[in-house]
């Protein structure tokens, strides 16, 4: 029986995963049935296609930032949650293939030539200064996985629930899956580094102010970090304001934003859209 205890991985009681199999969700071949796109709104369609031609990407950044913590160094602890949080955005990736391959009628092939593409632009000197130490590294990933979050809960809303529900379910393990990571995050920076929690609210000051520069810029660096600001007109301008408060509160040093501020979150629309332009 002691063996038993000898193998269970360590990690944290806190740590948690939204476990969910990808194709009992949706397979490769999926199929939208012509009725959804018949009876879609206008631009619906459309406007899917090309947030999924940019999201699609943006989970495969996942394995670049992997790849580049693991050779800065981790701590044993954060190490064994990115493994799995990986693995989540790796699934992720594939998902949103699935989604833009039914969707779009775009080849696997091409979506492969498209990664490598983009892969050639990477660049994490934008924000490697951001990246000083793994308390930091830790909040800014708590800051990406809570904007992700409250962006698929919109991209469910507006998009994935329309196209029947293999995709609706994909979007709904995606919000899920966000807030989890969001979640396993903040636990970690509360066992590893609670002694740093004053410097909290200024280091997301830094990275709200670092997303909005580069959002200025237009320019894709492909580093999984900060890449929310390049959909600001599809959110309030409070965007930023209201998740970094749920991040403090999370970790316990400020109160949560009320009910209507968070649903304004995926609820807000821009004058004189009925959809909002992505
Ligand atoms: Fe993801
Ligand atoms: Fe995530």
Same mark, same amino acid.
């Given at each position: 029986m002691a063996q038993t205890f000898l193998s269970t991985p360590a990690r944290p009681q806190t740590q948690r995963q939204n476990n969910w199999c990808l194709d009992q969700v949706i397979g490769p071949n999926h199929r939208i049935a012509p009725v959804y796109f018949q009876n879609a709104l206008p631009l619906l369609t459309e406007n899917f296609t090309r947030l999924l031609a940019r999201d699609v990407f943006s989970e495969a950044d996942a394995q670049f930032l992997y790849d580049w913590l693991l050779e800065r160094g981790v701590s044993p602890t954060f190490r064994a949650m990115l493994e799995r949080w990986l693995a989540d955005e790796l699934k992720h990736y594939q998902a949103l293939r699935r989604c833009y391959h039914a969707l779009a009628g775009v080849s696997y092939e091409e979506m492969d030539r498209e990664a490598v593409r983009r892969a050639k632009q990477r660049d994490i000197e934008p924000i490697e +200064?951001? *990246?000083?130490d793994e308390f930091s590294i830790l909040l800014l990933l708590a800051y990406d996985e809570i904007g992700s979050t409250y962006s698929y809960r919109r991209d469910l809303h507006e %998009?994935?629930? #329309?196209?029947g529900r293999a995709i609706a379910k994909v979007g709904q393990h995606l919000v899920r899956d966000e807030g989890q990571h969001f979640s396993n995050a903040a636990e970690l920076i509360l066992s590893l580094?609670? +002694?740093r929690l004053k410097d909290v609210s200024a280091t997301l000051t830094k990275f709200d102010i670092r997303e909005k520069q580069l959002a200025c810029t237009g320019?894709?660096?492909?580093? =999984? %970090? *900060? +890449? #929310? $600001?390049?959909?600001? $007109?599809? =959110?309030?301008?409070d965007f930023n304001a209201i998740t970094m408060q749920v991040i403090e509160a999370r970790l316990g040093i400020a109160s949560l934003p009320s009910q209507d501020k968070l649903k304004r979150l995926w609820q807000w629309k821009p004058e004189g859209y009925a959809f909002v332009p992505v």
């Open positions: +200064d951001l *990246l000083v %998009f994935y629930r #329309h196209f580094y609670p +002694d320019s894709y660096h492909g580093t =999984f %970090f *900060l +890449d #929310h $600001a390049q959909e600001q $007109a599809r =959110f309030p301008k």
